[in-house]
């Protein structure tokens, strides 16, 4: 997985008044959990800092550089403005090599489908799946094969296995499938009238 760099100072005043001003200087607020001795760390950082690692499909693990000291972290939340957009606050969660994270890593879909072949449509239903994983194992996105995919037909989130990953997605939801399009339809149904 994709690390990002991102450096961040140490904050100690809290509040809405504290948070407002950072944001008027174009910083962000934000949070670090679980830490060694299980103290949140609030920090700010710049909001420019954070443009790529948030405006992004990419899921990164966070090389984070507080006040000098490095530690790694994923993005756990991220709380935007209703109205403007921008960024207001975001959390963290720091990732220790020994324990597994939970995270939403994105989906991409490789090969041409059967049922494609045949005139159907594929669908991509799910662009996430949530997995637990040590942050060692997690791959950047998760590559499902889809050649042997038949018109009609689905694939599940139980039907997939990915090597030291387990899925939290519920089994039964679908990630993909290929659809009869109108024009398939059509075919088959003249196919069966003239037979």
Partial sequence: MKTYELKGEVRDDFGKKAARSYRSEGLVPCVVYG??????????VKNSDV???IYTPEVFLVNLVLDGKPMMAILKEIQF???KDNILHIDFLHVFPSIPVIIELPVRLT???AGVKSGGKLSLDLRKLKVRALAEKLPEELVIDVQNLELGKSIQVGE???EGLELLTPKNAVVCRVQLTRAARG???AATKAG
């Fill in 51 to 53: 443009r790529n690692l």
């Fill in 81 to 83: 403005h209703p109205v």
């Fill in 187 to 189: 075919a088959a149904a």
């Fill in 111 to 113: 090969g041409l489908a």
């Fill in 160 to 162: 997939l296995n990915f």
């Fill in 35 to 44: 830490g060694s001795n299980e103290t949140n760390i609030n920090f700010v």
